[in-house]
């Protein structure tokens, strides 16, 4: 008896656990049906013909929403105008890219594929200066790759297999 209490009380303090973290960030996100907890809207979606579901929704909300998949919320933008709107007008807002938490552990958002944000212009600027100051796109670069190959294999063969 004892056992099912405390395991109800778990149960319970996780569900408003799961309630107050979803309504703490909902105050900077765009309007949308209210989520379950730890399911989100997964339910209130139809699996076979999601953009079905989307346009329902986009009638309540409008052509900007939030959906909770899970506990992760997602911005929806329905429609020409909406997305129109947000790459041409907001672009520079809407230039991220999403975070992938293993990628961020292991490579601390460096390297040029996953970095985003300022650091990924500053990596992007100086790469392309990099490649720019090599010779990228005239003739002259291919020259200095067959040098240096030249180079490599004379040295190789200086070696005599050691």
């Given at each position: 008896m004892d056992l099912a209490v405390a395991l109800v009380l778990c149960l319970?303090?996780?569900?408003?656990?799961?309630?107050w973290k979803q309504s703490s960030g909902r105050g900077k996100l765009p309007p949308g049906p209210t989520p379950l907890p730890i399911l989100g809207n997964i339910l209130?979606?139809?699996?076979?013909?999601?953009?079905?579901?989307?346009?329902?929704l986009s009638k309540v909300y409008g052509p900007v929403f939030t959906l909770y998949f899970g506990m992760k919320p997602m911005v929806v933008l329905?429609?020409?105008?909406?997305?129109?709107?947000?790459?041409?007008?907001?672009?520079?807002?809407f230039s991220g890219r999403g975070c992938l938490?293993?990628?961020?552990?292991?490579?601390?958002?460096?390297?040029?594929?996953?970095?985003?944000?300022?650091?990924?212009?500053?990596?992007?600027?100086?790469?392309?200066?990099?490649?720019?100051?090599?010779?990228?796109?005239?003739?002259?670069?291919?020259?200095?790759?067959?040098?240096e190959a030249r180079c490599l294999v004379e040295e190789l063969r200086k070696t005599n297999g050691g």
């Amino acid at each position: 008896m004892d056992l099912a209490v405390a395991l109800v009380l778990c149960l319970c303090s996780l569900l408003l656990l799961s309630l107050w973290k979803q309504s703490s960030g909902r105050g900077k996100l765009p309007p949308g049906p209210t989520p379950l907890p730890i399911l989100g809207n997964i339910l209130q979606l139809d699996v076979k013909d999601i953009s079905k579901s989307l346009t329902n929704l986009s009638k309540v909300y409008g052509p900007v929403f939030t959906l909770y998949f899970g506990m992760k919320p997602m911005v929806v933008l329905h429609g020409y105008e909406a997305v129109k709107e947000a790459l041409t007008d907001l672009g520079e807002e809407f230039s991220g890219r999403g975070c992938l938490p293993v990628n961020e552990k292991v490579r601390k958002g460096h390297g040029i594929i996953f970095s985003n944000g300022k650091r990924w212009k500053e990596t992007r600027r100086f790469s392309l200066m990099t490649l720019r100051n090599l010779g990228m796109g005239k003739r002259t670069i291919e020259d200095r790759v067959q040098e240096e190959a030249r180079c490599l294999v004379e040295e190789l063969r200086k070696t005599n297999g050691g």
